[in-house]
C-alpha cells in the first residue's frame, strides 16, 4: 500500500486488489476492509440526512460501558455487523455489545471496532466516526476472547472513518497510511493521500482543559508549559484544539501534527481513561504509526500492550514524535519541568 505508483483517484477495491496481488496473505484483511467500507457508505448517507431521518440522537439503551445508545449508535452497530457477518470474521468485538460476538466460527479474522465513534456529536452536526483493528482470530478454549488478548502489534490492519464534511477513510494494512474519501456520487471511495507522514513537531496539542483540576502532575506541568509559550521551556506558542470527537482529533494529527492528550485523572473511574484499548487506543496507534507518528499511555507504547478484557480502558497519547516522547519526559521526571504547575495548583492565575 506504501508503493508510489499508487495513484490519486483510484478506487478502494483497486488499491486492495493491488495490496493482495502484493501479498496474497492480506486477502482476506482486504474482503475485511471492503465490508466496513460499504457498511461506511450506508451510515454516512444516513448521517448526511441529519434530522430528515428522524432524531438520530434519541437516547435508547445503555452499550456495554455504561454510557446511553443514541439511535444513530445502535444504527451504526447493525450495518457494520451486518456486513462483517457476509466477510471472513469468526468474531467481532463492538464498543455496542456486552460480549465477544460470534460470527462465523472458522473463519480467520477477528475486528474490534467502535461502530460509531463521537456520539455526543451527533445531535449537532459534528464529526462522528468509526474505528476498526483487524486481527488474526485465535482459537483456545480455556481463553473465549483469545483473538483480542494479544497486542496490538498483532493487528493485520486499522482504521477509522470520518463522517464530517467529506467522509474519509483512514487505512493501514501495515505499509504506510492512506486517506480515501468518499465519492458519493459513485458511492466508492477514492484515494486522495497515498502515505501520510507526520511532522515530527508541531505547536497543537489537544486535550479536555475542562478536566485539568482532576489531572495527574506530569500532566498538569506538560500542558502548563505549552500555555506559557515561547516564554516557558518549549520555546514555541501553541494553540490548543478539542473536538470532542477522537476521529477527528486523529485525522487532524495524521494531517498537520502535533499530539492529542486523553490521560488518566483523579476522578472515579477515570484512573485509565476513557478511551477503549482494544477499538480506539490501538487502531490509532497502528495508523499513527504507519505514518511516522507515536502512540503511547504517556508511558508505554500502546502496540506493546495486551487487553485482558474487551471494553478495557487505557490513558492515550499519540502524536508528532517529539512531542510524545516530551510527555514521556514528564512521566519519568527527566523533565526539569515535570511536577511543577502553579498554574494549576490551589492558587490558579484567577484567584486572589
Request: with cysteine; proline share 5%.
Amino acid at each position: 500500500m506504501a508503493d508510489g505508483s499508487l495513484e490519486v483517484g483510484a478506487h478502494l477495491d483497486a488499491c486492495l486488489a493491488r495490496a493482495v496481488s502484493h501479498n496474497p496473505a492480506l486477502k482476506d484483511t482486504a474482503a475485511v476492509v471492503s465490508a466496513i467500507a460499504g457498511a461506511a457508505i450506508t451510515i454516512s448517507e444516513v448521517i448526511g440526512r441529519g434530522a430528515l431521518g428522524g432524531d438520530l440522537a434519541a437516547a435508547g439503551s445503555q452499550n456495554s460501558d455504561g454510557d446511553v445508545q443514541k439511535a444513530l449508535d445502535v444504527i451504526a452497530h447493525q450495518r457494520v455487523t451486518e456486513a462483517l457477518q457476509a466477510a471472513p470474521v469468526a468474531e467481532v468485538a463492538s464498543e455496542e455489545a456486552d460480549e465477544v460476538m460470534r460470527l462465523n466460527p472458522g473463519a480467520p479474522l477477528a475486528v474490534a471496532i467502535d461502530p460509531l465513534d463521537g456520539s455526543s456529536n451527533i445531535g449537532v452536526n459534528m464529526a462522528v466516526g468509526t474505528i476498526f483493528g483487524i486481527r488474526p482470530a485465535v482459537q483456545d478454549e480455556a481463553n473465549p476472547i483469545a483473538s483480542f488478548t494479544t497486542p496490538g502489534t498483532a493487528q493485520l490492519a486499522a482504521g477509522f472513518v470520518t463522517y464530517g464534511p467529506a467522509t474519509a477513510l483512514v487505512l493501514t494494512l501495515g505499509e504506510g497510511t492512506q486517506v480515501y474519501v468518499l465519492d458519493r456520487a459513485e458511492r466508492a471511495f477514492r484515494l486522495t493521500h497515498p502515505g501520510l507522514d507526520v511532522p515530527t513537531t508541531a505547536k497543537e496539542y489537544a486535550i479536555n482543559a475542562s478536566n485539568a483540576r482532576h489531572w495527574e502532575g506530569p500532566i498538569k506541568a506538560f500542558i502548563e508549559d505549552c500555555l506559557r509559550g515561547a516564554e516557558g521551556p518549549r520555546d514555541k506558542d501553541y494553540n490548543m484544539r478539542w473536538l470532542g470527537s477522537l476521529v477527528a482529533d486523529a485525522q487532524r494529527v495524521l494531517m498537520r501534527g502535533g499530539v492529542f492528550l486523553y490521560p488518566g485523572d483523579q476522578r472515579k473511574g477515570y484512573a485509565q481513561g476513557r478511551l477503549r484499548l482494544l477499538y480506539e487506543a490501538a487502531p490509532i496507534a497502528m495508523l499513527m504509526e504507519q505514518a511516522g507518528a507515536g502512540a503511547t499511555d504517556g508511558e508505554r507504547r500502546i502496540l506493546d500492550i495486551a487487553a485482558t478484557g474487551i471494553h478495557e480502558r487505557v490513558p492515550l497519547v499519540f502524536g508528532s514524535t517529539e512531542e510524545v516522547a516530551c510527555v514521556a519526559k514528564y512521566f519519568d521526571g527527566r523533565n526539569h519541568a515535570a511536577g511543577r504547575s502553579p498554574l494549576f495548583g490551589q492558587r490558579g492565575l484567577m484567584r486572589s
